[in-house]
Structure formats: structure tokens, C-alpha cells
């Protein structure tokens, strides 16, 4: 089933699903008007529209700790699921809804404000579209990519509602984002034969050091050892903003003094997570400005320092980017890319932006995985990327 497939069907169930609730609702409702003998009717009605649904109604432990307002939580915690699998992709997609809301917000707008101008399928059309995508952050290849193709498409040129126009052009985003991502390998590498050293790269401010401490805690949960290197000795402050979140996570942080060399905080931390078995070292660096050569060859003295200790490692080099600067976090992605071996994203603060086509772009013109996605300061608010739950919550309330 193709990605595009996957979003109609959970748009489905979910419309089903609302509707269901809408029914128990109305008969509730109503309840205190009616005789029993209305009422035994009207419950055997609700109830055959349930049981035709097949699935039994589950509220995964998730869900109930989940409140935003109380229409959302109607709509959204009381969820009919076939499985256990599928209870917790729902309550995944509830933490995507909430955390995209902005951007979901964002990107209708947009699309709405081009679709109130649709008169025709014209040259002027498609430059509003490229305008439209371009200013969603998809970034401008995959604009440009967007409208080539659609410029063939038959469906498009038969399309005289707006809503089929609008079916088509999103249809085309998702197929172009599937068809990027095919040889993509989003899943994180550990070493299988001792410590796993995962090194993160970012300019300033872009949330590496909180998302190294939301990741020492979720591993730490898993029962792994995690042994944290604070070689983000030039900022004042990123050290103790470590040994904070080390704190909390229940794991040390091997830090030097302020300004020491780098190089020597991940020897140091290397030696020891090697010698003492750990199953993770998170190595933290400067917020280290993109164009600053000198930074980039201390990055590269790092990385001679961990392989000299463990030959095959680092096994991730993550690139931390915010969401919220856009095509800024592109650029940044290019410059790092071929300097650094990147081997993966985290696209932190998702929750703050209303631009996150940023993802499109990233797939588009960087062919890097999305690994992990951001969407506020609290270590649960780190979430394993998963491009199905993000296509569908960026899109479901454009499509009907
Ligand atoms: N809303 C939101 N804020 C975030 C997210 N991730 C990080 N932040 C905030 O972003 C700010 C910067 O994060 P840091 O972790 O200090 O960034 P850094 O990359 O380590 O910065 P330097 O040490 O200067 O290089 C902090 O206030 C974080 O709480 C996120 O996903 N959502």
C-alpha cells in the first residue's frame, strides 16, 4: 500500500470513527426526551451501526493521560482498533496531531488562500502553486518538481472543482516524498560487539544538547548504560545544561573545564565508555558556525579520536536542525552533509513552526533520514520519525 493509500484509509476509519461517536452522542443527548420504548429502539440502531464496524472500541494507555480540549479528546482517545499494533500507532498519531498543529494550520492556510484564487488550470496557476509550496518550506526543488509533473497530469487538466484540484496536488506531495524515500534507511546503527558512539552536530541553539538528554532518557528507560561527553566547551552554560539532564536521566556525563579542548573531553569519555562497558556514549559539540572552517577540522579531530578507540565508530553522526529557521536548517544540512558524514536528522521544535514542509525539502534535496522528530522541551516530546503518522497529520483536514 502505497504512502498516499495508507493517509485515505486512516482518513476513512477515522471519519467512520467520528461518526460512531457523533451517533453515541446524539442518543445520549437526547436520552432524557424519549420513552424507554424509543430509547431500547434507538440504542438497537446505534448499536448495528457499531457492530458493523467489526472492531472492538480500546483506549490505549496513551491516549487517557492525552487532553488538549474536550472536542479533541472525544474525537481522538476513543479510538475503535483491531489490534495491539494498531492502538499504539493511533496513540503515536495523536502525539503527530498535536505536536503538527501549527504547521497543520499553516499549511491549509496557504493552500486554501491558493485555492481561493483557482479559476483555471493555467500558467498562472502553476506559478501561484510553486509560490505556495515555496513559501510552505518544501523547498524549491520539489516546488519545481511538484509543478513539472502535474503539468502532465490528466486528472489535473479534467480537475474543475476545487477540491479535485486540491486531491491532486497533495496526491503528487506524497507520491514525490514516497518515491524520494525508497532507499532511505531511517533506523538508528548500534554496535553489536560493545559501545555505541553517536556523535551530534548542529549551529547554535538548535536543541543538541536537549535532545541528547531526551535520548539518554529514553535508552536509559530501555535499561541501556548511557554514558554522556560534554565537548561543547565553548558556549559558558552547555556543560552544566548537560549534567543537568544527566541528572535527570540517571547517567554521568564526563565534561572537562570550561574552554578546554574538545579533543580531550572525548578522548577522556571514549576511553572510559570502552573500558567500562557501556552501551552508549552521546557526544555533545559546540554549536559550531557553518562556515567556520577551524570548527569543522576540530569536528573532524573528534571524530579521529573516537576511531582511534573504537575503529568502527561513530556509529551515528546526527544532525540536530530546527524546524523553525527553515530553508536556513537546508543550508545548514548541505554544509554539514559534506563535511561531517552525516548519517541522520533530528528536526527538533516541530511544536513552534508552521512551515514543516521543511521535511519534504529534507528528503527532496538532501536524501538524509528524518531519524527523530522534536515537538516540545519534555524528554517524551522526542518521537522516532515516522513519515506515515507526519503525511497524515500535516494533511487530514485538507482532504475530505
Ligand atoms: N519547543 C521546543 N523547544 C526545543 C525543542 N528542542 C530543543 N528546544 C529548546 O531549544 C533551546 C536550545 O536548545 P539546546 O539544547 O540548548 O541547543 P544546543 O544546540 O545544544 O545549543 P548550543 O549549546 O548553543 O550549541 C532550549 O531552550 C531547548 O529547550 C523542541 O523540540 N521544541
Redesign the pocket.
Known amino acids: 500500500m502505497g504512502l498516499f493509500d495508507i493517509f485515505r484509509k486512516k482518513k476513512t476509519d477515522n471519519q467512520e470513527e467520528e461518526g460512531n461517536q457523533q451517533a453515541s452522542r446524539v442518543s445520549s443527548e437526547s436520552r432524557s426526551d424519549q420513552t424507554s420504548d424509543q430509547l431500547l429502539e434507538e440504542q438497537h440502531d446505534v448499536q448495528s451501526e457499531l457492530d458493523k464496524s467489526e472492531a472492538p472500541v480500546v483506549k490505549s494507555p496513551e491516549t487517557e493521560t492525552e487532553t488538549e480540549t474536550e472536542t479533541e479528546t472525544e474525537t481522538e482517545t476513543e479510538t475503535e482498533t483491531e489490534t495491539e499494533t494498531e492502538t499504539e500507532i493511533e496513540s503515536e498519531q495523536q502525539v503527530y496531531n498535536k505536536g503538527l498543529e501549527k504547521t497543520r494550520t499553516g499549511f491549509a492556510a496557504r493552500f486554501n488562500k491558493f485555492l481561493a484564487n483557482f479559476r483555471s488550470v493555467d500558467e498562472d496557476f502553476f506559478e501561484e502553486l510553486e509560490e505556495t509550496l515555496v513559501g510552505a518550506d518544501v523547498g524549491f526543488d520539489m516546488a519545481i518538481k511538484i509543478s513539472d509533473e502535474l503539468r502532465e497530469e490528466v486528472k489535473l487538466e479534467n480537475a474543475k472543482r476545487k477540491e479535485d484540484v486540491r486531491d491532486v496536488i497533495i496526491k503528487k506531495m506524497v507520491d514525490l516524498y514516497e518515491a524520494d524515500g525508497v532507499d532511505e534507511d531511517a533506523t538508528m546503527h548500534f554496535n553489536a560487539n560493545g559501545t555505541t558512539v553517536i556523535l551530534f552536530v548542529?549551529?547554535?541553539?538548535?536543541?543538541?544538547?536537549?535532545?541528547i538528554g531526551k535520548l539518554a532518557t529514553k535508552y536509559r528507560q530501555q535499561g541501556k548504560s548511557v554514558l554522556l561527553a560534554a565537548a561543547?566547551t565553548f558556549?559558558a552554560g552547555?556543560t552544566k545544561?548537560l549534567q543537568e539532564w544527566g541528572e535527570r536521566a540517571g547517567v554521568p556525563v564526563v565534561a572537562g573545564k570550561e574552554k578546554a579542548d574538545p579533543a580531550s573531553v572525548v578522548f577522556e569519555a571514549v576511553a572510559k565508555a570502552r573500558d567500562e562497558h557501556y552501551d552508549i556514549l552521546f557526544v555533545?559539540t559546540?554549536?559550531r558556525l557553518q562556515n567556520n572552517v577551524n570548527l569543522m577540522q576540530e569536528l573532524e579531530k573528534m571524530k579521529r579520536i573516537i576511531q582511534r578507540e573504537i575503529p568502527d565508530a561513530p556509529h551515528e553522526v546526527l544532525l540536530?536542525l530546527d524546524a523553525t529557521t527553515g530553508q536556513n536548517a537546508l543550508q545548514q544540512a548541505k554544509l554539514f552533509k559534506d563535511s561531517s558524514d552525516v548519517t541522520g536528522i533530528v528536526l527538533?521544535?516541530?511544536?513552534?513552526t508552521a512551515k514543516g514542509g521543511i521535511v519534504f525539502a529534507i528528503r527532496s534535496e538532501m536524501h538524509l533520514p528524518v531519524k527523530w522528530i522534536?515537538?516540545?522541551?519534555k524528554a517524551s516530546?522526542?518521537r522516532v520519525f515516522k513519515p506515515e503518522e507526519f503525511i497524515y497529520s500535516l494533511f487530514k483536514d485538507l482532504i475530505e
Open positions: 548542529g549551529v547554535n541553539g538548535v536543541g543538541k544538547t536537549t535532545t561543547d558556549r552547555a545544561q555533545d559546540a554549536g540536530v527538533t521544535k516541530m511544536d513552534g522534536g515537538f516540545g522541551e516530546d522526542l
